[in-house]
Each structure stands twice: as C-alpha cells, then as structure tokens.
C-alpha cells in the first residue's frame, strides 16, 4: 500500500534526523540509503498528516477525556481520571509528537531544498502544530536545538524555557503565513489528506493556530503583547486569514475502507464504550439540562435507562456505580468514517468573544455576545453534519438551546461553552482549564497526585536516561524557578497558577 510505502520512509527520515527525541545517541547512516533530497516532500505529507492526527485523535481518547471530566474508564482503581497516570503513557506522548514533529522537519528541509515554498509552509504548520502540544503537556523542552542530531551531531539538546519555546512557534507561525502562496494549489494534492491541496485553507488553519497559541498566553500578555497581537489578527483578515466557516475546518473525513480510516475503527464498540469510557457527570451535567442538542450526537443512553446519567470521575472503585451511565456514541466518535478535527471555526469565535470582553478588541458585550452565539452555532451545525444516527438538527433547536445558555457578560459563560465545544479536539480542553480554571470542576476523593488535576506531565524515563545532563539541569530549574519538581502539580509557564505564585 501507498501509505505503507510512506511510512517507511518518514520512519526513515525520523531515525536519521532526531535530535530530541527517542534517542539522544548518535544514529549511524547507511551510505547506501536512499538520498533525503531525492524525494519530493510532498512524499512525506499523507503519514505526516494521517499518523501524526492518530496520536491527537487517540489521547483525546484515552488521556484528556479523563482529566477533564469528559470521560470516566475502567473499574480499577489504577484509571486515568483519578490521575494514575504512568510513565509509559507520558512517553508514549513525548516519542509520538516529536516523532511527528521531527517528519514534519525533515519535510520543510527537503522542501527548502527544493524551493518549494507551500509544502514549506505546511511543513511548519504541522511542527508547530505537534511541539505546541509537546510543550503545553510538558513545559519546558528542547526545541532550538532539536531535530539536530545527525546532521550536526547534537544528540543532546538543551532544553528552552516556554517563554523561549513559544517565541520560535510564533515566530514560525508568522513567517509560514508570509509564504504560502495561495494562487496555485499543492503538487500532488491527492497526498493532502486534509485539504486536497487548497493552499487557501492551510494559510486559514496556520493563522488560526497562531491565535490559538496567542490566547494560550493569555496570562503573559504584559510580556508578550498578547492583546495587540489578537487584535492584529481581528482587524486585518487580509494579512491573517482564519477560520471563516466550517468548510475551513481542519477536519479529517476518514473513508470507510483502509487504509485511511479513523483509528478507532477497528476497535470493538465495547473497549470503546463500555470497558472503555463512559461520558462524565461534568459534561453530562452541562449539556443534558440546558437541551444541548450535541448530547445525542457524542453519546447515547444506557439500555433501558430513560434519561442521560453521567459517570462520577475520581470516585474509589468501590464506590463507582455505572448501572443506567449513559455510552459514548462510537458511530459518530469511533466508527471507520468518523471525523477528527485538529481545529475547528468554533474555537476561533470563542477566541475572539474571550478577547472581545478582555477589551483587548472594541466592540463590549454586544459583540462578544455575537461571537459566543455564532461559536456554539457553528459547534452544533458541525456535529449535525456529521451525525450518522439521529436527524440534522434544527435551527429552533439551536435557538432554544442559546436562549438556555445565554450569555451574561462573564468570561465564563465563554470559557464554559468553549470547554463543551472543545470535546474530541486532542488536548485542548485541559491545557485551556490550567489557561483559565474554566469550567469548574469537583476533584473526586478517590484522586491520587494529591488530589491535584496534573498540571503537567513529569518527564519520561528515556528522555532522563538519553539526555541526562541537560535533564539535571532543568530539574534545577523546576526547583529554583518554578518552586516543584519533575512531577504532576508544577504548573506550566502560561497557566494561571504560575502567574498567581508569581513564577516569571
């Protein structure tokens, strides 16, 4: 197969080109290998996309779910929603994004190499994309001297400050956005398994990006310039295209037949639901009684059981009962076809009501309340067209369900809608809840980490044991600047815990 063909050979370029990753030793090279600058870096595209959207798709499953109270799993008490989380499941996350992170280095090269300027951009827009979840997960990690390795025999990279490591996201972000030349379409755009080639729409999701990672450092405004930055992009959609509808979205529509599938299509219904997981009283409870139609789209109620119940995240085993807990609907989550989105229009209106009522744009609560409406529409008329087990939903349900949730001049009233919008979208809902402490949530008694949500996660054992100087050194630096240690409860340089300890 096609996609096979191209994974060997993106595993090929990671394992010559990784400088931060798996392995911090130096790789010998075959000389008899096949020549980097031989192939067209459109060759690396599809597994770039396809495989590097499975690592989001499936964590969004398995581990942000949990922490957030989307979702509840298991019956043991060892389960990720009461924060037991090992260091197999951290590493798994740290060699997988930077696996992808690294492909999508070496595609921008050969790229470079070959002076094509739009797989450039798409280059960087996916890197940015993979080392932004990396670094929002972890904190702080090597990324001026990463992807270095065999080229310069830098196999031990320093690890950069978030500060550092967001200045050279935006900074990449910025200057894709002046490169991409949206006049003519990508070569071989049957390999752009997201938008068929549409330049248009990759500029779009590289600026909306941008303003995710610009609301991101919220809490840094003072010494980043986060307001004017926002405000840049609001006001000239000419110089910083973005999201303007759901065609734009960066949404994968899987076929129905391999090899492009979504990943949990051949997963059975039950290790997806039932020994799997199961929807939270959390999102139950905020969907369920204002009538939000998305309810039945994402899950579906327990057999026999008139009504919608929700599972109790962080409860003791022994003290879990999941008789009448509602399911999560695989058809529309998990089934071969099932969409998956990276980003979606929804969450640009959500950025842009958040700046609007922060002042940093003109307009007051008139215009937010415009925005925070336009954003929930926009979430539901999503999930409707995508529904393949109930009827489109109607726009007087839509406008029922608003006139429940209406805006009421408070940033949370936003942060909330967004929390419920950002369901199945990667990582996003738990880096935005240590942005903002939105929504509020009830930490289960039967949590470990001292009852704390993680913050962050410590470290895997191979980044320690294959870069272990520049590993001393940043514990070090946890200790003296972030006042914690390599663990889950020191926060990340942006969240609002770090700006209330006065961590600079």
Same mark, same amino acid.
């Given at each position: 197969? /096609?996609?096979?063909?191209?994974? %060997?050979?993106?595993?090929?370029?990671?394992?010559?080109?990784?400088?931060?990753?798996?392995?911090?030793?130096?790789? *010998?090279?075959?000389?008899?290998?096949?020549?980097?600058?031989?192939?067209?870096?459109?060759?690396?595209?599809?597994?770039?996309?396809?495989?590097?959207?499975?690592?989001?798709?499936?964590?969004?499953?398995?581990?942000?779910?949990?922490?957030?109270?989307?979702?509840?799993? #298991?019956?043991?008490?060892?389960?990720? !929603?009461?924060?037991?989380?090992?260091?197999?499941?951290?590493?798994?996350?740290?060699?997988? =994004?930077?696996?992808?992170?690294?492909?999508?280095?070496?595609?921008?090269?050969?790229?470079?190499?070959?002076?094509?300027?739009?797989?450039?951009?798409?280059?960087?827009?996916?890197?940015?994309?993979?080392?932004?979840?990396? @670094?929002?997960?972890?904190?702080?990690?090597?990324?001026?001297?990463?992807?270095? #390795?065999?080229?310069?025999?830098? @196999? /031990?990279?320093?690890?950069? &400050?978030?500060?550092?490591?967001?200045?050279?996201? =935006?900074?990449?972000?910025?200057?894709?956005?002046?490169?991409?030349?949206?006049?003519?379409?990508?070569?071989?755009?049957?390999?752009?398994?997201?938008?068929?080639?549409?330049?248009?729409?990759?500029? /779009?999701?590289? *600026?909306?990006?941008? =303003?995710?990672? %610009?609301?991101?450092?919220?809490?840094?405004?003072?010494?980043?310039?986060?307001?004017?930055?926002?405000?840049?992009?609001?006001?000239?959609?000419?110089?910083?295209?973005?999201?303007?509808?759901?065609?734009?979205?960066? @949404?994968?529509?899987?076929?129905?037949?391999?090899?492009?599938v979504n990943y949990f299509g051949n997963i059975l219904e039950s290790a997806f639901?039932?020994? #799997?997981?199961?929807?939270?009283?959390?999102?139950?409870?905020?969907?369920d009684a204002p009538g939000d139609p998305r309810i039945s789209i994402w899950f579906k109620q327990a057999s026999g059981y008139d009504g919608w119940k929700g599972a109790?995240?962080?409860?003791?085993?022994?003290?879990?009962?999941?008789?009448?807990?509602?399911?999560?609907?695989?058809?529309?989550?998990?089934?071969?076809?099932?969409?998956?989105? !990276?980003?979606?229009?929804?969450?640009?209106?959500?950025?842009?009501?958040?700046?609007?009522?922060?002042?940093?744009?003109?307009?007051?609560?008139?215009?937010?309340?415009?925005?925070?409406?336009?954003?929930?529409?926009?979430?539901?008329?999503?999930?409707?067209?995508?529904?393949?087990?109930?009827?489109?939903?109607?726009?007087? &349900?839509?406008?029922?369900?608003?006139?429940?949730?209406?805006?009421?001049?408070? %940033?949370?009233?936003? =942060?909330?809608? /967004?929390?419920?919008?950002?369901?199945?979208?990667?990582?996003?809902?738990? !880096?935005?809840?240590?942005?903002?402490?939105?929504?509020?949530?009830?930490?289960?008694?039967?949590?470990?980490?001292? !009852?704390?949500?993680? @913050?962050?996660?410590?470290?895997?054992?191979?980044?320690?044991?294959?870069?272990?100087?520049?590993?001393?050194?940043?514990?070090?630096?946890?200790?003296?600047?972030?006042?914690?240690?390599?663990?889950?409860?020191?926060?990340?340089?942006?969240?609002?815990?770090?700006?209330?300890?006065?961590?600079?």
């Amino acid at each position: 197969m /096609k996609r096979n063909i191209y994974l %060997l050979f993106a595993l090929w370029v990671f394992s010559a080109n990784v400088g931060c990753t798996t392995n911090f030793d130096e790789i *010998n090279r075959n000389p008899n290998e096949i020549d980097e600058g031989a192939i067209s870096p459109t060759g690396m595209l599809q597994e770039t996309l396809y495989t590097g959207a499975e690592v989001l798709l499936y964590r969004t499953w398995q581990l942000n779910g949990e922490l957030i109270q989307y979702t509840v799993s #298991g019956t043991g008490n060892n389960s990720y !929603h009461r924060y037991v989380i090992t260091n197999s499941v951290m590493e798994s996350a740290w060699s997988n =994004l930077f696996k992808w992170a690294a492909n999508a280095e070496a595609m921008r090269r050969l790229a470079v190499d070959q002076q094509n300027v739009n797989c450039e951009a798409v280059a960087i827009t996916l890197k940015t994309l993979y080392l932004s979840n990396l @670094t929002d997960m972890f904190g702080e990690i090597p990324c001026s001297e990463a992807f270095r #390795g065999s080229g310069e025999n830098l @196999t /031990k990279p320093r690890f950069d &400050t978030q500060r550092a490591v967001y200045e050279q996201l =935006l900074a990449d972000l910025e200057y894709a956005n002046s490169i991409y030349d949206t006049s003519v379409a990508m070569s071989s755009a049957q390999r752009d398994l997201l938008y068929g080639g549409d330049m248009m729409k990759w500029r /779009k999701f590289n *600026n909306s990006l941008y =303003l995710r990672l %610009l609301m991101r450092l919220s809490n840094r405004d003072r010494e980043m310039g986060i307001a004017a930055r926002v405000r840049a992009v609001f006001e000239d959609s000419a110089e910083w295209p973005v999201f303007t509808s759901n065609d734009d979205n960066a @949404t994968f529509y899987y076929d129905e037949v391999n090899p492009f599938v979504n990943y949990f299509g051949n997963i059975l219904e039950s290790a997806f639901t039932t020994t #799997g997981r199961r929807p939270a009283e959390q999102i139950i409870g905020m969907m369920d009684a204002p009538g939000d139609p998305r309810i039945s789209i994402w899950f579906k109620q327990a057999s026999g059981y008139d009504g919608w119940k929700g599972a109790e995240s962080g409860k003791e085993a022994q003290e879990s009962d999941n008789s009448g807990v509602s399911l999560l609907n695989k058809a529309n989550l998990g089934d071969y076809a099932s969409p998956y989105s !990276h980003m979606k229009y929804d969450e640009v209106l959500f950025i842009f009501a958040e700046a609007i009522k922060r002042g940093w744009i003109d307009g007051g609560d008139a215009l937010a309340e415009q925005y925070y409406n336009d954003a929930v529409r926009a979430s539901i008329r999503f999930w409707s067209d995508v529904n393949k087990t109930g009827n489109p939903v109607s726009e007087s &349900t839509v406008e029922r369900f608003l006139a429940n949730i209406p805006y009421d001049g408070t %940033l949370e009233s936003i =942060l909330d809608q /967004k929390y419920v919008a950002l369901f199945w979208t990667g990582f996003e809902a738990w !880096h935005e809840y240590r942005r903002t402490g939105y929504p509020a949530l009830v930490i289960g008694e039967g949590t470990q980490n001292d !009852h704390v949500l993680p @913050t962050r996660m410590a470290y895997p054992t191979i980044a320690i044991k294959t870069n272990p100087d520049n590993y001393a050194a940043e514990v070090a630096r946890l200790q003296s600047v972030f006042r914690g240690a390599d663990d889950m409860k020191t926060p990340v340089w942006w969240s609002a815990e770090a700006v209330r300890k006065g961590i600079e």
